[in-house]
């Protein structure tokens, strides 16, 4: 009998440290579920910053220019070897077998030498322009996350190129918010940059 309220009493101590573990989980569970709805979370659709942020049109826009313009010099010399590998077929039967091989390894080597060119001219531009928007990748992350700071928001997710947010509803996107703010920054260096070269 003793033996038996002892397990009754065991197992009623077991039941009521379960019941404890269990309230405290749903406890926890609540609380972590409060804390989540709190949570101010947004989401910036990465492709679209870049297309809209002028700082990066800027950027994109310089670079073409120098590619145009270096690759224009490197173009007249590529036509003039077109021309003058032409004009090779044709006189290669007048001028004979020595000229024609003399002549031949000359263009091969101009070649070359244009296709060398070419590939040193873009990966020159490739390493320029890839420093430069590295450069402004870091200081969009660093705005990104100071803004959030500022504006009381517990993450900020990145969508597009990059995606890490497979769905979020329109209400929580920030892109525009943030291209704006963005734009206003930069437009405001440059207002103070050519301030400083008017004082010069």
């Known amino acids: 009998m003793i033996h038996q309220k002892r397990t009754i009493y065991n197992m009623s101590k077991k039941a009521l440290l379960i019941i404890a573990i269990a309230v405290s989980v749903v406890a926890c569970n609540k609380t972590t579920t409060n804390q989540v709805k709190e949570a101010k979370t947004a989401y910036i659709d990465t492709s679209e910053l870049m297309k809209q942020y002028t700082e990066a ?77 590295d450069s402004l990748v870091s200081g969009v992350k660093k705005f990104i996350k100071d803004y959030g700071k500022k504006n009381g928001y517990a993450y900020i997710y990145g969508t597009g190129d990059a995606a890490s947010v497979l769905y979020a509803e329109d209400k929580y996107d920030i892109t525009k918010e943030i291209i704006k703010a963005l734009n206003d920054r930069y437009k405001s260096e440059e207002k103070a940059e050519e301030k400083k070269e008017e004082k010069k």
């Open 57 to 133: 049109k800027d950027l994109e826009a310089k670079y073409k220019a120098q590619s145009e313009e270096k690759g224009r010099q490197l173009e007249a010399e590529i036509n003039r070897f077109k021309q003058d590998a032409a004009n090779f077929q044709s006189q290669a039967q007048a001028n004979g077998q020595e000229w024609a091989q003399k002549r031949g390894a000359e263009l091969q080597k101009r070649e070359q030498q244009l296709g060398y060119a070419q590939q040193q001219l873009a990966q020159q531009l490739q390493q320029e322009s890839g420093k430069e928007m």
